[in-house]
T-cell receptor, first 112, second 118 residues
Framework: AQSVTQLGSHVSVSEGALVLLRCNYS??????LFWYVQYPNQGLQLLLK??????LVKGINGFEAEFKKSETSFHLTKPSAHMSDAAEYFC??????????FGKGTMLLVSP | NAGVTQTPKFQVLKTGQSMTLQCAQD?????MSWYRQDPGMGLRLIHY???????DQGEVPNGYNVSRSTTEDFPLRLLSAAPSQTSVYFC?????????????????FGPGTRLTVL
């Protein structure tokens, strides 16, 4: 069965600092991987997705993620945090059946 | 396109009451799913459907029923509400298979229904 582990329920950074949100997955087949963002009291918005076309995936709002098969990881990064990045971020995995298994989420806090 | 719509946005029920959460999509997607979101738990799959007339259980199906009589609609029924069903419910839809650029089809999420069971 597939599963996702997000390390750290809360991550705090200063504005302008590097953002690193960690995601490790378990899957019995080559996975499809996703990062979603959720702003307070809103739905989920897709940030980026990995579908085996390229290991480094660029998404919206300056975020990117690198698929590392040997480490079973798909960490999300952004070089310089902005106050508007404060939100909850979810990593998700699919084995190809159009349903997703989500991690428990990481709340990103950005301080001035 | 309205995308994925959900009604109501908010609902308060008493224990034992029944209700139906509505979900509709206008993108002609084959796949539709229901998730619940609880603090610290992420989103968990309740039920899903791969097409009209076909449904299956997800990770947390107990206490919920679904049916899919049309491609557009995928209602979620709570037969006898319990406080443990207090949650935010999200409906999602996607195409089946792959797009022409060989990328996996993303799931589109509705805005959610916040349900409180007293």
């Amino acid at each position: 069965a597939q599963s996702v582990t997000q390390l750290g329920s809360h991550v705090s950074v200063s504005e302008g600092a590097l953002v690193l949100l960690r995601c490790n997955y378990s899957s019995s087949v080559p996975p499809y991987l996703f990062w979603y963002v959720q702003y307070p009291n809103q739905g989920l918005q897709l940030l980026l997705k990995y579908t085996s076309a390229a290991t480094l995936v660029k998404g919206i709002n300056g975020f990117e993620a690198e698929f590392k098969k040997s480490e079973t990881s798909f960490h999300l990064t952004k070089p310089s945090a902005h106050m508007s990045d404060a939100a909850e971020y979810f990593c998700a995995v699919s084995e190809g059946y159009s349903t997703l298994t989500f991690g428990k989420g990481t709340m990103l806090l950005v301080s001035p | 396109n309205a995308g994925v719509t959900q009604t109501p946005k908010f609902q308060v029920l008493k224990t034992g009451q029944s209700m139906t959460l509505q979900c509709a999509q206008d993108m002609n997607h084959e796949y539709m799913s229901w998730y619940r979101q609880d603090p610290g738990m992420g989103l968990r799959l309740i039920h899903y459907s791969v097409g009209a007339g076909i449904t299956d259980q997800g990770e947390v199906p107990n206490g919920y029923n679904v049916s899919r009589s049309t491609t557009e609609d995928f209602p979620l029924r709570l037969l006898s509400a319990a406080p443990s069903q207090t949650s935010v419910y999200f409906c999602a839809s996607s195409y089946s298979g792959f797009t022409s650029d060989s990328s996996y089809n993303e799931q589109f999420f509705g805005p959610g229904t916040r349900l409180t069971v007293l």
